[in-house]
């Protein structure tokens, strides 16, 4: 991958037709959730570190900073994910199809299958953030994200720019 400019994401959000698919911010050290887990009960799931917490609020400086609101911010159930979208935008929406299937694949496919109809419907103009796990957008895009990284997918689910939010709200980076 070649690394293009950083404000391409930014240019190809404010064209619309795409999503910003993002994988929740740094987390504590672990893999998974604790075996207690429990969805919708955060102190039995695996959360945000101090340093994640300042990785989304660093990414929705970098909306402001670049006058871009998403039409929808949709979110997996798990408390990271809403912990990241909801430090970076204020607000989200939860969406079972950004669910973890970490611990269980079965549904992947139609969860897969559920974001590609998704993709395809976008209107024209707007785009949307959907904020989930690692397992998800791999099989959506074939990609392995590191936390806090995300990509810009058009309609087609084709990979148009990743971008990786860095210590400042302005360095955005991209590599396509």
Known sequence: MGVVAADEPAALLGQG???LMLRHAQTEPGIGDPPEFKLGVCGTQR???AA???SAVRMGQWFKARGLQPQAVLTSAWCRCVDTANLA???SQLWAPLNSVFGDRLPLPDQT???RQALAQL???QFQVWVSHQTNVTALVGQFLTMGEGVVLGRDAKVLARVTFDQAAGDGRSAA
């Open 113 to 115: 299958a559920a974001l």
């Open 52 to 54: 994640g917490k300042q």
């Open 89 to 91: 935008f204020g607000k």
């Open 17 to 19: 037709g795409c999503v």
């Open 123 to 125: 209107p024209a103009g």
């Open 47 to 49: 959360n945000l570190s």
